[in-house]
C-alpha cells in the first residue's frame, strides 16, 4: 500500500513542478516589461527602459499627450496605455538587449494585451498596434495590423524580409494575393471592447543560414497560423531595431513584453494565466 502510495505521489509530482519551472524559463527569458501603470517607461529592460518617440532630428523621450494617454485602473492588469484617437505619436523601445536583433540567427517573442473593436473604433487606412522595424523598411519589417478597406477587418501579422524576396514583381504589398504574403491572416480574431484580447508573435531563426525561419501568432492562447518555408533575411543595421506602438492605432493597450526566443504553445498559454501579468516574472 505504501509503494502505491509513494509511486502515485511521484508521478503526480511533476503536474505540480511543472508551473513553477515553466515560470521561471519565462523569467529567464524576459528582456523588456512595459506595465503602463505609472508612465510610457519599461518596468523592466535587459537594455535601455526609456520610450522615445522619433522626430526629424532624432529620438526624444516619449511623452503623454492627446493622442497618447495613462489609463489608470483600465488595464488588464492596472494601468493601461490608450491611444483615443488616429495620431502621429508612436511610443517606441530602442533594441539594446531588448529585441536582440542580430544578422546571424534572430529570435524572440512579443506579448501585448489589446482592447478595441476594430470594425467601430479604428479610422480608414491600415492599423499597425505593434511594428518591429530597422533603419529600412526594405530590408525588413514586422507588424501587427487591420487590414484598412474590409469589413469585418481582417488581422494579420507579417514577417517582411528583403523586399526583392517577397515582392520580386516590385508591385507593392496590396497587390500581392493574401495567401502569397509572408504573413498570418485572421478573418474573424477575438477583439471587443468589453474584453482583453492575449496577442503573442514568435521570431524563430531569422536570418539563420542554418536553421528553419518561423513566425507564429497565437491569440487568447490558441495558435492561428505560422508563417512557415520562406526566406526571411533581413538586412538591418546593426543596433537599428526598434519596437514601435500604435501606428494609427485607436485603443488601449496593456502589459508589454519581450523575450529573448520563441516561446513554446505552452509557455504562451502560462504566459496568459500569470495571475498579475508579467510582472509575477519579474525579480
Not at 478573418?187 to 507564429?216: D, M, Q, Y
Request: net charge positive; hydrophobic share 45%; glycine share 8%.
Amino acid at each position: 500500500m505504501k509503494n502505491r502510495l509513494l509511486i502515485a505521489a511521484l508521478l503526480a509530482a511533476p503536474a505540480f513542478a511543472a508551473p513553477a519551472a515553466q515560470q521561471s524559463a519565462l523569467a529567464r527569458a524576459l528582456t523588456l516589461h512595459a506595465s503602463f501603470d505609472a508612465g510610457l517607461d519599461a518596468d523592466f529592460a535587459r537594455g535601455d527602459k526609456a520610450c522615445y518617440v522619433r522626430t526629424r532630428t532624432g529620438l526624444v523621450p516619449a511623452a503623454l499627450n492627446e493622442e497618447v494617454k495613462l489609463a489608470p485602473g483600465a488595464g488588464r492588469f492596472g494601468g493601461a496605455l490608450h491611444f483615443p484617437k488616429k495620431g502621429n505619436t508612436r511610443p517606441l523601445f530602442k533594441d539594446g538587449g531588448v529585441l536582440g536583433y542580430n544578422a546571424t540567427g534572430w529570435s524572440a517573442t512579443v506579448s501585448v494585451w489589446l482592447r478595441l473593436d476594430p470594425d467601430k473604433d479604428l479610422e480608414p487606412g491600415y492599423c499597425d498596434p505593434v511594428q518591429i522595424i530597422g533603419d529600412d523598411g526594405k530590408k525588413g519589417f514586422i507588424f501587427l495590423e487591420w487590414s484598412k478597406d474590409e469589413t469585418p477587418r481582417f488581422f494579420r501579422f507579417a514577417i517582411r524580409p528583403l523586399q526583392h524576396i517577397w515582392d520580386p514583381q516590385n508591385v507593392g504589398w496590396a497587390a500581392i494575393p493574401f495567401e502569397k504574403r509572408p504573413m498570418v491572416q485572421v478573418a474573424r480574431a477575438p477583439f471587443s471592447r468589453e474584453a482583453w484580447t492575449h496577442t503573442v508573435f514568435t521570431l524563430e531563426n531569422i536570418n539563420s543560414k542554418a536553421a528553419k525561419p518561423t513566425g507564429r501568432l497565437w491569440l487568447n492562447g490558441k495558435l492561428q497560423g505560422a508563417i512557415e518555408n520562406w526566406d526571411l533575411t533581413f538586412a538591418w543595421a546593426p543596433d537599428t531595431a526598434q519596437l514601435v506602438l500604435g501606428a494609427a492605432y485607436v485603443g488601449h493597450l496593456d502589459d508589454l513584453a519581450v523575450f529573448n526566443r520563441a516561446l513554446n504553445d505552452a509557455e504562451v498559454k502560462a504566459l496568459m494565466a500569470l495571475k498579475n501579468g508579467v510582472r509575477d516574472l519579474r525579480p
